[in-house]
């Protein structure tokens, strides 16, 4: 197993949900990264939708090295060099294309690739990616559909992100499959852009509180 797999495992075990991050301005990096870190996150998504999505990266894992930052919304080769030379310590994708894989030259075990069936991810093992995305995993089958692929693929371990809530969260969190969750409402968009790092500190600890 890489060192990167180890080290998202071994932070994932003490917080296994992921704030899936839109940052308009990377002058809220630290402070959110710090209100994060209060919180007891250990990993953070910040995803490339917003034109300060790289600085943010960097900014963050300045202002909190403790913290395991990755690039998410990682869609190309120009995605995967701007993110790693930013500083990002994985990568993560909605899915995977020909092209994408291509540019990994070998990085597979970086990469978190969206998947959304049973073929995708078996795909996916055999190409050498060793943890997944489900993805948007309310649309593909939530709970259910992790408690099903758990049975035919028990080596396989899943992110779920998109269309989860915070009452879905110990739900998922109870599947043997299921090593971390994402959300982007954990520091919803308007929240980091409005400041309200008390407000992201005191949802993720709640979320925390159970796991």
Do not use: C
Not at 125 to 148: D, H, M, Q, W
Not at 176 to 204: E, Y
């Amino acid at each position: 197993m890489s060192d990167i797999v180890q080290k998202l495992d071994a932070a994932a075990k003490k917080a296994p949900v992921v704030p899936v991050l839109v940052v308009d301005s990377a002058a809220s990096a630290a402070p959110l990264a710090q209100a994060l870190e209060a919180a007891g996150v250990t990993i953070a998504e910040v995803t490339l939708r917003t034109a300060d999505g790289l600085k943010v990266i960097e900014a963050m894992r300045k202002a909190a090295p403790g913290l395991i930052v990755g690039a998410g919304t990682v869609l190309s080769g120009r995605d995967v060099e701007a993110a790693l030379a930013a500083g990002a310590e994985f990568l993560v994708s909605p899915g995977m294309s020909p092209g994408l894989r291509a540019a990994l030259g070998g990085r597979e075990q970086l990469m978190i690739p969206g998947v959304a069936t049973a073929s995708e991810a078996m795909t996916r093992a055999e190409e050498g990616f060793r943890r997944l995305k489900l993805f948007p995993a309310a649309v593909a089958g939530g709970v259910p559909a992790l408690k099903s692929l758990a049975g035919p693929l028990p080596h396989l371990k899943f992110m779920p992100t998109g269309g989860i809530t915070e009452g879905d969260v110990v739900s998922y969190l109870a599947q043997p499959n299921v090593f971390a969750v994402g959300g982007s409402w954990i520091a919803s968009q308007a929240d980091i852009a409005a400041g309200n790092w008390d407000k992201i500190t005191g949802i993720a600890k709640r979320l925390l509180a159970p796991a």
